[in-house]
């Protein structure tokens, strides 16, 4: 048999390796002696576990320098005493002072569009012409009427002057005279009725020419020259939307309504300011026109009315504003940054840092917001050092180390070109 198709076996396994001087562990050692040997081999691998766990875990060396004496350092600032707008702020629309739909009030062709669309027109202005040959015709008939009648009048009352004189010599009987009278009676009636269409007929030609019945600026017009309308046109003709003055609408809580009360009732002219949607540009400033007259239960919120002059265009109808009113001004009063303010389980406090560079929990009652500023009503006096930035770190009577604001930080060295030559000669 060639030696390449012989089977290679393995060599027999030479037996578990033991310590010297212990015999090998076979299938006759002793169960005893069998679990020592696995225990030993747990204990190793466990201790092999904690060495990798420890080395993972260990702490890392700290690359920052720790703060002078352990002290966390902080940001302070003296409590001002400055004025604090008290202002109530919303979300409103624009809203047109008077928004008119142009209608034709009789029937016709239209001759003549005089306006363009987007165009500011003042009252009174010419928009629209209508054919007019109809209602010309109607007042030339309507006069016609009218002379005839009073021809006829005036020869019943000659009639009624003759008769009046027959009655009294009894030429004639009683009731013939009061025949006659009635009849002069008829003829003023027709008159007057006459009178009235020759009104009516130049009413209509009248308005054959269609003028702006507001000031403001016109929009889409909804017809064309040589359409047909009539007085019971829904669409119109064209809507004029007034833009100077413009007020603004929004609304406000209730439980605000009390103070604004109060300061409209004093004759004070309360100041209003509108920010575009983001609040970021100011757009216009104008003055609180009027309120609702009754809340509305199911927001509890009450509706205002401000009036802006508009004469940029920086309004614009149903554009949506950011509203700022302010109602009044606190005088004189404690002064802090928001950001000073901590919200914890003593409530609303801040904290406080002593002669000897610890702070302390101080409890503040707040007032009203103005911006990055807030009033504090008790509390604090004017001139304590408070924790503005680094609070998240501190608790009462702890040590801190101050820092300014804006205080300039330490300059850093440049570096001396000539060091590197020096330590080379010191070590020559």
């Not at 009073?150 to 025949?179: M, S």
């Not at 109808?317 to 303010?341: E, G, H, K, Y």
């Not at 904290?351 to 409890?363: C, I, L, P, Q, W």
Request: hydrophobic residues 40%; proline residues 7%.
């Amino acid at each position: 048999m060639d030696d390449r198709t012989k089977t290679e076996r393995p060599e027999p396994w030479p037996g578990p390796i033991t310590r010297p001087g212990e015999a090998p562990l076979t299938a006759d050692t002793p169960p005893r002696r069998r679990r020592k040997g696995w225990l030993v081999v747990l204990l190793g691998l466990v201790a092999i576990a904690g060495v990798g766990w420890w080395v993972y875990n260990r702490p890392h060396t700290q690359t920052t320098r720790p703060s002078r004496g352990g002290q966390p350092p902080v940001t302070v600032t003296a409590v001002q005493t400055g004025d604090i707008n008290v202002t109530v702020n919303a979300l409103g629309t624009v809203a047109s002072l008077a928004t008119v739909t142009v209608r034709s009030q009789i029937s016709g062709y239209i001759t003549r569009i005089v306006f363009k669309e987007g165009d500011l027109v003042k009252q009174g202005d010419l928009l629209v012409e209508i054919d007019s040959r109809t209602y010309q015709l109607a007042l030339a008939q309507a006069e016609g009427n009218l002379k005839r009648d009073q021809a006829l009048l005036q020869a019943a009352q000659l009639d009624l002057e003759r008769y009046t004189n027959l009655v009294k010599t009894n030429a004639i009987p009683r009731q013939q005279l009061d025949t006659q009278a009635a009849l002069v009676t008829q003829d003023q009636g027709l008159v007057i009725a006459d009178q009235a269409q020759i009104d009516m007929a130049k009413l209509n030609i009248a308005y054959c020419h269609i003028v702006a019945p507001v000031s403001g600026r016109v929009g889409l017009r909804q017809v064309d020259q040589g359409n047909y309308v009539t007085a019971n046109d829904a669409n119109g003709l064209v809507v004029i939307t007034q833009l100077t003055p413009i007020s603004v609408l929004f609304t406000t809580a209730e439980d605000n309504l009390p103070p604004i009360l109060k300061r409209v009732q004093s004759g004070a002219v309360l100041p209003v300011t509108a920010y575009n949607r983001s609040g970021a540009d100011k757009l216009a400033t104008g003055q609180l026109l009027t309120f609702d007259n009754q809340i509305d239960t199911s927001t509890g919120t009450v509706k205002l009315r401000a009036q802006f002059d508009n004469n940029d265009s920086a309004l614009f109808p149903n554009q949506f504003v950011n509203v700022s009113l302010l109602v009044d001004t606190l005088r004189d009063t404690a002064v802090v940054p928001t950001s000073a303010i901590q919200r914890g389980a003593p409530g609303t406090f801040v904290y406080v840092v002593n002669a000897d560079s610890t702070v302390s929990v101080r409890k503040v009652e707040l007032g009203p917001v103005d911006g990055e500023r807030i009033a504090i009503k008790s509390g604090l006096k004017p001139g304590e050092q408070i924790v503005t930035d680094g609070a998240d770190k501190l608790r009462d009577g702890i040590k801190v180390t101050l820092h300014q604001p804006g205080a300039a930080a330490a300059p850093t060295p440049a570096p001396n070109p000539n060091a590197g030559q020096r330590r080379r000669q010191r070590n020559q």
